[in-house]
């Protein structure tokens, strides 16, 4: 049974890749353990631009004042809030990583703007990084910047990292532009390796006792694959380009619909954190069962089988099916 895949130019065992998220990635240990697992490629916690900017500002600033002090007070650096792993010890998590384990190491970059943080891919590159997944999380709340502009940003920040590195890069996108069939297509032909659908934004809640703002972190379900589903189903076999699936994927039947649509790869966090590493061989198990039990030879025979431009009727890809959906949907008892 041939399960590999490859994604980004590598060739993967699997589609299962680890996605990214601190709690898993940041250990070292658990890094073989997802190896020895099944996985077939991990993608780093992200490395965010604040980190660095903020970085760059202690460094300015210890450099610049108290030079008269004494040799040891240089020693001191205030310890970030937020931030887990700095800028230094990412890039020596990479290197560590790839001596550690034999599977790819796709490191994370999150950022919102275009800057000097861009630049710091090429030392992601140096470090051992097989790959670079782009992570833009922008929510634009200035009433002026218009659609396109907004769309250009993720362009430009695109076309900055390419011109640093040598290595694939693909880009973690969110649901919410007007045309998502047209962002594609342009991010594809400013050269991006990846599309990974989709980021899903951690919202924030109210507090209504403390009157406070909170972050409440809910780990993705089952239904939140349809929406990514569908959209690799329709890019694929229109554009050039690998495809990550990341978001509700709990089983071994998800990963399979959604290799039937067309991704490359499916991302698995939310589960694992629900169910410890070991079930990244679950998940594959499952996978092996079903291709056996339906007569599959290998996961390039069934990707992209289901996908739209493979569907005799296109339209349920479409608002035809969501009319279909709507008119034929019967409550569990009856509403009088």
């Known amino acids: 049974m041939d399960i590999t895949t490859n994604y980004l130019g590598l060739q993967l065992r699997s589609p299962l890749v680890v996605g990214a998220a601190a709690p898993l990635t940041e250990d070292l240990d658990n890094l073989k353990r997802m190896e020895d697992a099944g ?3 991990v993608v780093l916690h992200s490395l965010f631009e604040e980190q660095l900017r903020e970085e760059r500002l202690e460094l300015q600033h210890h450099l610049e004042y108290g030079t008269e002090s004494f040799p040891e007070a240089l020693t001191y650096f205030p310890e970030p809030e937020v931030f887990h792993v700095g800028a230094s010890e990412y890039l020596k998590h990479i290197s560590q990583a790839k001596k550690m384990v034999n599977m790819p190491i796709i490191a994370s970059l999150n950022g919102s703007t275009i800057g000097g943080w861009t630049h710091y891919a090429k030392e992601l590159e140096t470090a051992g990084a097989d ?3 782009l992570n833009i999380y922008n929510i634009p709340t200035n009433m002026d910047m218009t659609g396109e502009q907004v769309e250009q940003n993720y362009i430009s920040i ?3 990292v390419k011109s640093e590195v040598n290595i694939p890069v693909s ?6 532009f007007s045309n998502m069939a047209n962002m594609s297509k342009k991010l594809v032909e400013a050269g991006v390796n990846g599309l990974v659908l989709f980021n899903r934004f951690y919202q924030p809640d109210i507090n209504i006792e403390e ?3 909170v972050t409440n972190v809910l780990l993705s379900t089952p239904q939140a694959m349809r929406l990514p589903m569908r959209w ?3 890019l694929y076999g229109r554009l050039e380009v690998d495809f990550a699936a990341t978001s509700g994927v709990q089983k071994g039947q998800d990963v399979i619909k959604m290799v039937m649509a067309g991704a490359n790869v499916t991302q698995l966090v939310g589960t694992l954190l629900r169910h410890g ?3 990244i061989q679950v998940i594959e198990n499952e996978i092996i069962h079903w291709m056996e ?5 290998s996961i390039a025979q069934m990707r992209g089988s289901m996908s739209q431009i493979n569907c005799p009727d296109e339209s349920k890809f479409e608002r035809a099916q969501y009319m279909k959906a709507i008119q034929s949907y019967k409550p569990a008892q009856s509403l009088v």
């Open 131 to 133: 790959a670079l997944e």
């Open 211 to 213: 009157l406070e703002v």
């Open 277 to 279: 590493i070991n079930h």
């Open 39 to 41: 996985a077939a490629a």
């Open 293 to 297: 039990e339906h007569e599959y030879e």
């Open 171 to 176: 880009i973690k996108l969110s649901p919410f």
């Open 158 to 160: 695109l076309q900055a």
């Open 232 to 234: 690799i189903a329709i």
